[in-house]
């Protein structure tokens, strides 16, 4: 799998996530969903909608600290058979 880090997210450390993206496929299309903590709102909806519209893909999202919006992405990562991937915060301490 190659992460491809934007001017915005060369910041971001995925260096301790081993655990959470070894069940993605290293031939599939990836997509890092992050918002929830800028406003973007319902993030659980837009990777749900992204599941849905895009059956090739993998979906890692960034709960961060939200509890509610981790515990709503570990029930989509199950219903989308582990397509979906509840991230922790990626941001530096």
Same mark, same amino acid.
């Given at each position: ?15 301790? $996530?081993? &655990?959470?993206?070894?069940?993605? *496929?290293?031939?599939?299309?990836? +997509? %890092? ?25 993998? $979906?890692? &999202?960034?709960?961060?600290?939200? *509890?509610?919006?981790?515990?709503? +992405? %570990? ?19």
């Amino acid at each position: 799998m190659t992460l491809r880090c934007t001017k915005v997210s060369k910041k971001w450390n995925f260096n301790n $996530l081993t &655990a959470e993206v070894t069940c993605l *496929r290293p031939d599939a299309p990836t +997509l %890092l969903v992050t918002g929830g903590g800028c406003g973007l709102g319902d993030l659980d909806s837009v990777v749900k909608a992204l599941a849905d519209a895009r059956p090739n893909i993998q $979906l890692m &999202a960034v709960a961060g600290n939200n *509890r509610k919006l981790h515990a709503s +992405l %570990l029930k989509l990562a199950a219903q989308y058979h582990r397509r979906v991937v509840p991230l922790p915060s990626i941001n530096p301490p």
